[in-house]
Structures are given as structure tokens and as C-alpha cells.
DNA sequence: GATCATAGTCGTCTTCCTGACGATAAACAG
DNA sequence: CTGTTTATCGTCAGGAAGACGACTATGATC
């Protein structure tokens, strides 16, 4: 090396992967899906494929998203329109042994998306399904009554998916990303049970109200009123045109 | 697609591309290579090559590394020996018209390291230097009596370089990795010059130096001092343990 | 309908951090 | 000796955040 000789490169497969990532039922979720093939056959995978000859690797991630979810994402420089879910560039993966049968360099995508109804297994998977991160990564907490197993997933996934799931932890730090967990339309409470659920933290009613309300350009008031929280009918917002929160939410203490 | 088909997967040529910073003269730098052949012969490009067979990403940036500059890198999970710089990678592009001749992705990595000599240069470049990223990024700024023009960068290396100028320029806030441009021993004032330089504001001497030696980890004194500045003698320090600054460095307003 | 549980919202107080800036210290140049 | 440069310590006011009390407006329960 290196005469940056196009004629003799050792050729590679490229493949997209994708961290999805909602919040249900107070808590923070992934969309895997069941290999239906060797290797790894029978076990839980990150969706993801093939870029295409004449594919941006972008458009790839977008497509195996809407492959699987039908969601229909849009990276930031997009316009955002529509339903759409966040979707940005996460990182790249390259071992020459991370895939058995040849090599694949992986380029991993985040997405962080709204509470779905159940996702529309597609393309390869014989199933697809939401998983709590913590059951997947094999964490400490209680999954006692999950009804899955804790079978660590195929590959690289696992390191992947904590990657996909800090880099989530540490953006909504300091960007208003936490709402692209929301609905168009939500409450000061449904935002905090999001970053809850994301730092898996408790955090103060009183405070987070004074904090989110009082950054400029995060929140705009849509008008409306719910109820559907119980209690007290809550305010309804909507993101507002700030992307990166000064000075950022500040997560506890460990 | 996508049948996880391993025997019909387009074949992508894939690379690495280096965004090596330094700060020298109060101004920070980034390694560029004159390219020897066409594409874009005769215009400058950041340094890189492509990946071997049996070759992580990692490692072959650090290759390439060694091949430009002599430098060791280390990346974060890698003990840190010698004089290594720091290696991270930064993002991966993927546009299928990138390149004019074949489908390359390019795994593009960033490099912080200490001002160093004159760059050796290797490999398949004619000559390698030094050059003020402001020159290289085409900004407004005064560079009236810089010896090259600003020619663009060959291929997307100017987006790559302003991605990899964005990531330096964020993660000395939350990070002590302003450090690595510092060599091993060093004192508050360079530290806090490598800030100016990095940003391109200027701090205040006093509350720079209340903020570093106040927080706990970020440096230690190695007990001697230094002239080398003019004035007063300042004490030397290290590089601490601490790696995430808590609460970080504070940008001042635009 | 009264009571209770639940969630939302507004205030207060203390503590910590930062920005602005005065003042002193220790070297070197003339 | 005097001025210049850089380093370092101190003070003060303003802002942000954590802890927490108090009040409000719903639905659920008796």
C-alpha cells in the first residue's frame, strides 16, 4: 500500500444495521428481529441488509426502516415532514471476523422513533418484535416476568446496540431529541417518563416542568389539554424549532 | 432485497480517511497530502487508503497513520503508551458518486495529536503539510499571507474535514482530550491556548485556569515549571485520569 | 356528593458555577 | 530600575439547578 490503485481492492460487502428505538411502557425498547437463516439461525438480530449499487447509505438505513416499520424517516438535514421518526449515522463495524461467511463491513444507523403498534415483520425476518434494551444487553435489572430469555444477540449486535442505545442517553442531553420518542402532540410528563425511561432515572416533576418550559425555542404550546395521563389536564406541546438545549438537561448523578 | 444472500452482495471498494488535527501557531491544522495521480491530481486530500483484507477499521487507520506521520495512535479501549496520538473514528461516506471511478465507502477517523515536526511524507503521496483549516475550509478569515491558496479538497475530504473540525471542536467541552494536542508536559496557559485555537475565541486566563486546575482529575501537577511562555513560570501538569469533565468547558456565546 | 388518589403547575430557598474583573507575583528586555 | 509579559489568587454579582412545599384540576371510590 498504498497506490491508490482502483484496479486491485479487496472487495467487501457493506451492509446497513439499524438501532431502532422507542420508549413503551416506561421503557426504553429496541426492534429486533429473528434470524431465519444461518449463522446464528433462530436468534435475534438488529434489522438491517444490503446498500445497493447505487445507494447512499442513508437512503439504505431509510429503507430497511421502512421495510420493516413503514415508518418513513428523514435524516436532519431533511425536511421533516410527516410522521417521520430521527434517523442519523451511528457508527461503522468492520472486524474482519464479525461475519463468518465473508467479509462485511457494517454501517450502523440509529433511529429513535415514536411508540409503534406492533412492528410488520418484513424482507428476511421471521418475526420482528420490540425488546426492552436491558433484556437484550443482559443487564442486572429485573426481567423476571419477560418472556423472552436473555439470548445475547447474533454477531456484533450486541456492542452495536449499546453503542446505539449511549449515544440516545447522552443526545437528549443536549438536544431536543427526546421528542422524536413523543407524538406530534404531547405533555411535559410524557416527555420526562421518555428521558426516565431512557437514563433509567427518576427525575423531579417540579424541576423538569421549569427546565423544559423555560428553555427557549424546545417546547411551543399547541393549544390543547389532555387528560390522558389521569389527574389533572395536562398542557399540550409541540417541539419547537431548537435543536440543541443551552445549557443541556442535566442527568443525575450516578 | 434482502435476502441475506452472501453470494450477491455488490462489491464496494471500502477505505480509510484521516482528519489528523494539531494546533501549531496558534491556529489549528490538518495533515493534507498533494494527490500524485487523477482524480483531482495536483489538489490537496486528506490522507488515507484502503482497508486490507484481514484488517479492522481501527487498525488500519492507525496504518495509514504510522505511514504519514510516524505517529502511534492509540483508540480509547487501547492502553496508552508513548507518544500516541488520540484515534477515534468519525463518520463513514457512502455517496455513490464520491469517487468517479468505483464505489468506495470511506470510513473517514479522526486524529488529535501534539504539534509535530514537519510531516513526512510516504506512501503515495507527492508532499504532505500542515495547513490551517480555515485556509483549507474556504472561511472568511484572514489567511492574506498564507503561501497556498485555498484550493477545494479533492473528493468530499472538505465535508470530512468539517465534520472531523466539528467533532474536535464539541468534544473538548465535555472531554479532557484537549489534552491530546498538548505534549506530554504542559502548562494552563498552552492548555487554555489550544482551546482558543480550537474554538477561535478568546478565554479568560483567569477563569480558565480557576475551571482546569479546579477540576478534580483533569490535571496533575508533575511539580515542575516552565519558562517557555515569557513571564511568570507556570507550574507543569499532566494529563489526569478524568476523561468526561463534569460539568464541561463552556463555549462562549457566537 | 364527599373523599381520595393522581398528575400538573407555580414558588421559594440554598448552593454551586460562571463571567467580569481587580490585584499580586515572577520572570525577561531595555 | 522600569515596563512588559504571563501566571495565579480573590472578590462579587447573576444565573441555573436540586430539594421540596403548596396548590389545582381531573377521575375513581365510597
New interface residues.
Partial sequence: ????D?SA??????TVDLVVLTVRRHALCALVVRRG?QPYQGRWALP??????????GAAAA??LA?ETGLCAHEPGTPSIGNGAHLE?L??????KRDP???V?S?AHLVLAPDLPAPRAG??AHSARWAPVEALLGQEDDYSREDEPPAPLAFDHAQILADGVERARSKIEYSSLATAFCPPEFTVGELRRVYEAVWGVALDPRNFHRKVTGTPGFLVPSGGTTTRQGGRPAQLFRAGGATLLNPPMLRPEV
Same sequence: chains 1, 2.
Fill in positions: 500500500m498504498s497506490p491508490y482502483p481492492f479487496p472487495p467487501f460487502a457493506v437463516e438491517g441488509g444490503f446498500v445497493r449499487s447505487e445507494e447512499d447509505l429503507r430497511e421495510e449515522q457508527a461503522t463495524y468492520g472486524d474482519p461467511r465473508m467479509r463491513v454501517v424482507g428476511d
